[in-house]
């Protein structure tokens, strides 16, 4: 048997891609265009295995879709590609509504075209699970109970909008041609492999590099943290036990302001790695313009999820931050390829030598 990832290199889609390889004997065909937030490097330990097939491309290319889905015949799909970063979205939008919406439109389309031509078991089979995020629903007040799945959709950047626009594609290609998908919106990841512009490896490494620890405002927007492999381990989950058509909050009942969590990695970097002068990593920290639209708290009711799939995350904030230190302390050669030219000369010829 075979699933098809999209998005396999980045940061959720390699951990998702890894994790599944070291519990499952499938095989998953790895769709992804490699911007860049894809890592190739994230995956190397794969060469060789013949159960990962790398695909550089685009899911908004319907044809090549088309074609490696009906060479693969894959008994899943899940969608990880995305254009991911809020701030780039502001700068930029039209790549995100290139990828996020008409990428996942063409890439329905091409499995709508695979699905329909199924003999009716493997048809019934068949599940296409999308990957969602929170920040769909908008913003929450201080005391406002956290996100359900009822909760409207009230999307404040590109990047929402543009992800929320994709939720109700995967939703209209169930309601009007029947096509078996799922979704899930999960609250905000960290972990190993997370590339560097994202809050909390930006702080590590910045903290690492003696540079400034960036607070967007007053440090006080509330974000709900889930440990990426406990992402995997829900997906993992709907995949296999969720009811076609249904959308499953994922979260980790973590809220945490983000001031909070930059102390807390200084806190462990403080004794993991003192500094050489005995000062304090949250010497570094500096308060900067807030970014516009910025949502002041997100925060997940993952009891769906528990109640109907039995679904709970294995990490604590405190457990699952501690363990993503370790790595970036620990995996220093992966940093200096992201953040260096080497990184993409090394993604060029590797992708020569496939
Ligand atoms: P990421 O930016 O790290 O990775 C995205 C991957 O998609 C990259 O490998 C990129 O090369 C690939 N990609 C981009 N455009 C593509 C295209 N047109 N065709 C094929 N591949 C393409 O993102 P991530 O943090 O791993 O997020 C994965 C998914 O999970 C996204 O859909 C995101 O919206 C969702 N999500 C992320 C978070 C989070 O905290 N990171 C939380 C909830 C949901």
Same mark, same amino acid.
């Given at each position: ?18 994790s ?11 769709l ?11 995956? %190397? ?23 490696? @889905? ?20 502001i ?7 290139q +990828?996020?919406?008409?990428? +996942? ?17 493997e ?15 908008? +913003? ?18 590109? #990047? ?16 009007? &041609?029947?096509?078996?998908v ?8 960290y972990?190993? &492999? ?5 809050? @909390?490896?930006?702080v ?18 509330? /974000? ?13 989950r ?5 009811k076609?058509?249904e ?33 304090? #990593?949250s ?14 708290? #997100?925060? @997940? ?20 931050? /501690? %363990? +993503?230190?370790?790595? #970036? ?14 990184? /993409?000369?090394?993604?060029? %010829? ?5």
């Amino acid at each position: 048997m075979t699933i098809l990832v999209s998005g396999g290199a980045g940061f959720i889609g390699a951990n998702f891609v890894l994790s599944w390889l070291e519990r499952h004997d499938e095989t998953i065909i790895n769709l992804d265009k490699l911007t860049y937030a894809g890592n190739l490097d994230t995956l %190397k330990d794969l060469r060789g295995n013949n159960r990962h097939v790398f695909v550089h491309g685009d899911i908004g290319d319907r044809e090549q879709v088309s074609e490696l @889905i009906a060479r693969h015949r894959p008994r899943a799909v899940i969608n990880f590609a995305a254009e991911s970063h809020v701030d780039r979205s502001i700068h930029g939008p039209g790549d995100f509504i290139q +990828t996020n919406v008409v990428g +996942t439109f063409n890439l329905l389309e091409a499995v709508r075209g695979y699905w329909d031509g199924l003999p009716e078991d493997e048809k019934s089979a068949f599940r296409f699970l999308h990957v969602s995020t929170d920040e769909v629903y908008g +913003t929450l007040s201080k005391d406002d109970a956290p996100f359900n799945e009822l909760n409207r959709y009230e999307p404040n950047s590109p #990047y929402s909008a543009s992800k929320a626009a994709s939720d109700h594609l995967v939703r209209a290609w169930y309601h009007t &041609y029947g096509l078996p998908v799922l979704t899930t919106n999960c609250s905000n990841n960290y972990g190993p &492999y997370h590339f560097p512009e994202k809050l @909390i490896p930006l702080v590590i490494l910045n903290a690492l590099l003696g540079k400034n620890l960036p607070i967007y405002g007053d440090g006080q927007q509330i /974000r709900d943290w889930l440990y990426v492999r406990d992402h995997c381990s829900a997906i993992r989950r709907v995949l296999q036990e969720g009811k076609i058509g249904e959308t499953y909050n994922v979260g980790g009942w973590n809220e945490k302001p983000n001031l909070d969590v930059v102390h807390a990695i200084c806190a462990i970097l403080d004794e993991l790695k003192p500094k050489a002068d005995g000062g304090r #990593y949250s010497d570094q920290i500096v308060f900067v313009k807030d970014r516009p639209g910025h949502d002041r708290r #997100y925060a @997940i009711d993952a009891g769906k999820l528990e109640r109907e799939l039995g679904w709970k995350p294995q990490e604590t904030f405190e457990t699952g931050i /501690r %363990k +993503t230190i370790e790595w #970036y302390l620990a995996n220093q050669d992966w940093v200096r390829n992201v953040t260096s030219g080497d990184y /993409r000369d090394w993604v060029g %010829k590797q992708y020569e030598a496939q």
